[in-house]
C-alpha cells in the first residue's frame, strides 16, 4: 500500500484478490454446476479440512454459532446444565450456550487470553458441590494461540465432562506440536470472512475423532435426517453452501502459507515495538500462535486508537465489552469467584493492530512509525 493509503484493520477483500481467477471459476464451477447445497463441493472440503487439522472427521455447517450449538446438542448438553467458558470471547460462544436452554458459567482469562485453568477447576467443584450437572467446557483459542489446554482438559476428564474446543480463531494453531482441536471430543471453526480461513459469507465446520458424535451432528444439521424426508431426532437448518465450500477450498490450499504470513508480520510488530510503551502480546510456551489478531496493551488505548486513526491506520478492539457486562448479559450469568478482573482490566487496554497476509512489510514499518509518532 502507498505511504498515503489507509490502512485497514483487515481486508477480507485483499485476500479475493489475490486469488481472483481461482476463487472466480469455483464460484462458476458451482453455479453452473446446478447443485447448490450439500453436494460434492462441502463432501470435498469436508475431507480437505479434516486432513488438514488431522481429525478423524468435519462436518460442515452454516456458520460457527450453528457449530458451538450442533456440538453442545451432540454432546448431550442438556437444558440447565452448566456449561463453562469464558467471557473474553465473541459473544457467540456464551449465546450458543444460552441457544439450547444450557447456562453459562464464565471463568477469567490468564496473561494469554485463555481460559484460566484454576478458574475452571474452582468452578467445575463449585458446581458439582450445588449437585449441579456440568454439560460441557468450552476453552476459546483467542486470537490465534492455543489455551492452556492440558490442565483444562485433566480438569475437565476428571469430572467426566466433555471439552468442545473453539477454534473460530484458531485454524491450524498448534500446542506442543499438536493442533488445537485435537485435545477435547470435538472442536468448532468458524469460517467468518476475516477469519485465517475465512469464505466470502457464512460458513463454519465441526471435527471430532468420535463416529457417533459426527453422525448426530451431520443429522442436526439438516432437521435430524439421516434418511431424506425421516426425521429420527430434532434437528435444525445449518449447512454450509456449495459456493462457501469451493471458495473454501481454495483458500484452504494456501492457509498454511498465509498463517506463515501472519507469524512473519507478528515478528516485525514484535521487533518494531520492542520498545514503545505498549505491551505486545505474549507467547504461551509450546504454542505455535497462528496470529488471527496481534493485540497490544496500552494505557491510553483510546486515544492511541483514535490518533492511529488520524493517521489513517485501523485498529480494532476485540472486544470492547466483555460478555458479562453486554446489556444481554449484565447481572445475570455466573461468573467464577463472582467476578472476573483479568478480563474486565483487558478489555480497557487492548488494541488490535492491522493483522492479514496482504499487509506489506512497509505497511507494518508504517504502522510501528504510527504508534511511535502517536506515544511520543
Ligand atoms: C471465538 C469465536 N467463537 C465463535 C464465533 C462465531 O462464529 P460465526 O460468526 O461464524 O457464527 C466467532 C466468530 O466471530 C469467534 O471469534
Not at 487470553?113 to 458441590?129: F, I, K, N, T
Request: net charge negative.
Amino acid at each position: 500500500m502507498s505511504q498515503s493509503q489507509p490502512i485497514p484493520q483487515t481486508d477480507p477483500r485483499a485476500g479475493y484478490l489475490r486469488r481472483k481467477a481461482e476463487i472466480d471459476a469455483a464460484v462458476t464451477r458451482v453455479l453452473s454446476g446446478g447443485q447448490y447445497i450439500l453436494g460434492s463441493e462441502m463432501e470435498a472440503f469436508e475431507a480437505e479440512f479434516a486432513a488438514w487439522t488431522e481429525a478423524e472427521q468435519a462436518i460442515a455447517v452454516g456458520n460457527g454459532t450453528d457449530g458451538l450449538v450442533i456440538g453442545l446438542l451432540a454432546l448431550g448438553v442438556q437444558p440447565g446444565d452448566r456449561v463453562i467458558t469464558v467471557s473474553h470471547t465473541a459473544v457467540a460462544t456464551v449465546s450458543a450456550i444460552e441457544m439450547i436452554g444450557a447456562v453459562p458459567v464464565l471463568v477469567d482469562t490468564d496473561a494469554c487470553y485463555g481460559m484460566d485453568p484454576s478458574g475452571l477447576s474452582h468452578v467445575l467443584d463449585a458446581c458439582l458441590r450445588e449437585g449441579r450437572r456440568v454439560g460441557a467446557v468450552i476453552p476459546v483459542h483467542l486470537y490465534g494461540q492455543a489455551a492452556d489446554l492440558e490442565p483444562i482438559c485433566a480438569t475437565a476428564a476428571r469430572a467426566a465432562v466433555p471439552v468442545l474446543e473453539d477454534c473460530s480463531q484458531a485454524h491450524g494453531a498448534t500446542l506442543g506440536g499438536r493442533q488445537v482441536g485435537r485435545y477435547g471430543q470435538a472442536a468448532v471453526y468458524s469460517f467468518y470472512p476475516t477469519k485465517n480461513l475465512g469464505g466470502y459469507g457464512d460458513g463454519g465446520m465441526i471435527t471430532t475423532d468420535v463416529a457417533a458424535l459426527a453422525d448426530e451432528c451431520r443429522a442436526c444439521r439438516q432437521y435430524g435426517w439421516r434418511e431424506r424426508f425421516v426425521s429420527a431426532s430434532a434437528g435444525r437448518n445449518s449447512r454450509l453452501d456449495e459456493m462457501q465450500a469451493a471458495i473454501l477450498r481454495v483458500k484452504l490450499a494456501s492457509l498454511s502459507e498465509d498463517n506463515a504470513r501472519r507469524g512473519a508480520i507478528a515478528a516485525l510488530y514484535d521487533q518494531g515495538l520492542a520498545t514503545a510503551p505498549i505491551e505486545r502480546p505474549q507467547r504461551r510456551a509450546q504454542a505455535g500462535h497462528v496470529f488471527h489478531q496481534y493485540v497490544i496493551r496500552a494505557e491510553g488505548r483510546d486515544d492511541l486508537k483514535a490518533r492511529l486513526a488520524e493517521r489513517g491506520i485501523g485498529t480494532g478492539l476485540h472486544y470492547p465489552v466483555p460478555v458479562h457486562l453486554q446489556p444481554a448479559y449484565a447481572g445475570r450469568i455466573a461468573l467464577a469467584d463472582g467476578e472476573l478482573p483479568n478480563t474486565e482490566a483487558s478489555a480497557r487496554v487492548i488494541l488490535s493492530l492491522p493483522m492479514y497476509p496482504e499487509l506489506t512489510d512497509t505497511d507494518v514499518e508504517r504502522v510501528i512509525a504510527a504508534i511511535s509518532a502517536s506515544m511520543s
